[in-house]
């Protein structure tokens, strides 16, 4: 069965170390996103790909960034990760067109930063 | 500026009561509003869309322009019906609100 997975499930990191967020989807889908989701925020735009080698800024992408090099992965990386970085991660992907808004999520990952 | 507002954070209901949880938004363009909805333990996932016009588990939405409301009720909530919330807008992109948590207890 298709599906969209993420990797790892946990992670703890120190402040100021470089972490990469793996999410893979098998659905073949254009459209890919990556949320944080907070107490009190709820769900936040990070980043987001249309396809390959397109990337586009959500509305908190400070401290991150994304490469789209094929269809199937849209990995995330902290450059230097912050403390205000702790949260929970969601991989997000969708079709092209009339269905593009109905996302399927990967399941997370909790990101610790100490 | 696209918003999504979700005023409660915590809804607690008894079984069987109804539920209204509430949506408004901020869009200056031609509204497309969604329903996500996270069980425990469960993924993100589409509960419904405003342009179906569908009731799914028993949770209807109904778009209101002149209040830019898209509330979701359910007549009668059931216990397996406590999850998070989370009302979206399209625009280019989904934007979601904060999320209300619905616990319905028995």
């Known amino acids: 069965d298709a599906e969209i997975t993420q990797s790892p499930r946990h992670k703890i990191t120190e402040t100021g170390r470089q972490v990469t967020l793996a999410c893979h989807q098998t659905w073949n889908h254009n459209n890919m996103f990556w949320y944080r989701q907070d107490l009190g925020h709820g769900l936040r735009l990070i980043h987001y790909s249309y396809g390959v080698q397109d990337t586009n800024k959500g509305e908190v992408s400070d401290g991150y960034s994304v490469s789209r090099s094929n269809t199937e992965d849209l990995p995330l990386t902290l450059e230097s990760a912050a403390s205000s970085q702790t949260s929970v991660y969601f991989c997000a992907s969708s079709e092209s067109g009339g269905n593009a808004e109905k996302l399927f999520f990967g399941s997370g990952t909790q990101l610790s930063v100490l | 500026a696209q918003r999504v507002t979700q005023p409660e954070k915590l809804l607690s209901v008894f079984k069987g009561a109804p539920v209204e949880l509430k949506c408004n938004y901020s869009y200056s363009g031609s509204p497309e509003l969604f329903w996500y909805v996270q069980y425990s333990r469960q993924r993100l996932q589409l509960l419904l869309r405003?342009?179906s016009r569908e009731s799914i588990k028993g949770f209807t939405a109904d778009l209101n322009k002149g209040e830019t409301s898209f509330h979701l009720k359910k007549p009668f909530a059931q216990e397996e019906d406590s999850a998070m919330y989370y009302c979206a807008l399209n625009t280019d992109k989904l934007i979601f609100g904060t999320g209300t948590r619905l616990q319905v207890f028995p």
């Open positions: 405003h342009i």
